[in-house]
Nanobody, 126 residues
Framework: QVLLVESGGGWVQSGGSLRLSCAAS????????MGWFRQVPGKEREFVSAISWNGGSTEYTDSVKGRFTISRDNAKNTVYLQMNSLKPEDTAVYYC???????????????????WGQGTQVTVSS
């Protein structure tokens, strides 16, 4: 069993920054990639970013490229999402996720992830 706990969400004005954290426990954290997703009411959960097991590879959805940065600290079993230049359209519940197996390329589909955190709300006001 894997437990993922997000933190760092909150309210921020447009143009501001937040850093989300996701603490993992229950298995060898460093062995697998990790991802961040977000969801707004009435819409499907969407991919935001992913990072490989060693941090050497990252992926971002187009709308956050240049503004968000994913990173990880395997010694702390934690993955981060630094969000800068936030926009109102970034408002969502943000989830971290972990797959149950290794993928050759960074997984970006909801169905490729098995373990999910409880989510943290990010609200960006205009």
């Amino acid at each position: 069993q894997v437990l993922l706990v997000e933190s760092g969400g909150g309210w921020v004005q447009s143009g501001g920054s937040l850093r989300l954290s996701c603490a993992a426990s229950g298995r060898t954290f460093a062995s697998f990639s990790m991802g961040w997703f977000r969801q707004v009411p009435g819409k499907e959960r969407e991919f935001v970013s992913a990072i490989s097991w060693n941090g050497g590879s990252t992926e971002y959805t187009d709308s956050v490229k240049g503004r968000f940065t994913i990173s990880r600290d395997n010694a702390k079993n934690t993955v981060y999402l630094q969000m800068n230049s936030l926009k109102p359209e970034d408002t969502a519940v943000y989830y971290c996720a972990a797959p149950s197996r290794y993928f050759d390329s960074l997984p970006q589909g909801v169905g490729q992830y098995y373990y999910w955190g409880q989510g943290t709300q990010v609200t960006v006001s205009s």
